[in-house]
């Protein structure tokens, strides 16, 4: 084989796979396409496998058959009740209709900006028509299942399934936050407060009750007391009647001695009359009747 036959031969391998990767394309299971021949729409391939297309006269156009997250922008919106808010949704979608996506939006990046004025629209208008605290709390799954119908039923003609719109986060915007905060720091003071007020009052009548208890206890033992000192003297008083009645000189020796005992110490001195009654049994041995204590 010439030189020259071996370069053609060459030449027209190259030019056969050429053709061969131009007149084949593959799909896989990630994707979905679109053939055009000079612009107009042939085709919608969504199965995954290898197809043929004329080479450089059908065009291909691949679209992802995914699901695909937008996350919108937050926005602040207005509640039935005149409260700003803000609101940060995110919305899942995929392409369903290759053909209609491609004529109506072109790529994603126009379908993303599409959605993202169907979706904050849509949260506009149902948040506008529920009051804040609703929008926090209860409602605010209602009102994400009420976006994704009205955005689904809009998305439709582009092509697009909404799979669903969520809400990451519903806040209030930041210059309203700080006097929120402070506002709330108010009202857990006040509450505060009045738990202490009421802790001191009660406080107060518990140290009330405890007290009037123990003046009562005082005054009941006192009475007590006093009574049994009253006893003990009447029996103190009977015992020394009887004792006196049966022998009035003895009974006037003891306690003369008892006198003695308490008034006379080790250094007592005291200045008395020979004639004094208290020195009468110092001054005899003997006492006046005769016998010997």
Do not use: C
Request: net charge neutral.
């Amino acid at each position: 084989m010439s030189r020259a036959a071996g370069t053609t031969v060459l030449v027209l391998l190259i030019a056969g796979f050429v053709l061969i990767q131009e007149a084949l394309y593959i799909v896989d299971e990630r994707n979905q396409a679109i053939v055009t021949q000079v612009g107009a729409f042939i085709r919608v391939d969504q199965n995954p496998g290898p197809y043929l297309k004329i080479p450089f006269y059908h065009s291909v156009i691949y679209f992802d058959r995914r699901i695909i997250v937008n996350d919108t922008a937050p926005t602040e919106n207005l509640t039935l009740d005149k409260k700003r808010i803000v609101v940060d949704p995110i919305t899942r979608w995929r392409i369903i209709d290759p053909f209609t996506f491609y004529i109506t939006v072109r790529d994603e990046s126009g379908a993303r900006a599409r959605l993202d004025d169907l979706v904050l629209s849509a949260m506009r208008d149902e948040i506008g028509k529920t009051d804040f605290v609703n929008v926090i709390n209860r409602d605010r799954e209602v009102i994400e299942e009420s976006v994704t119908r009205r955005v689904a039923e809009r998305a439709s003609a582009f092509g697009i399934q909404i799979i669903d719109v969520r809400s990451k986060r519903a806040d209030l915007p930041p210059e309203v936050q700080a006097s929120v905060f402070a506002r709330m720091v108010a009202e857990r003071g006040q509450v505060s407060k009045r738990y202490r007020s009421e802790g001191d009052e009660e406080s107060a009548k518990i140290r009330a009750d405890a007290e009037k208890e123990r003046t009562i206890i005082l005054a009941r033992a006192y009475e007590q007391a006093q009574r049994l000192r009253g006893d003990g003297d009447a029996s103190a008083a009977g015992i020394y009647a009887e004792a006196f009645d049966q022998d009035p000189e003895f009974y006037a020796f003891i306690r003369s001695l008892q006198a003695y005992e308490r008034v006379l110490g080790d250094r007592s001195m005291m200045v008395l009359s020979t004639d004094s009654d208290l020195l009468r049994y110092l001054r005899s041995a003997r006492p006046t009747s005769g016998r010997t204590p």
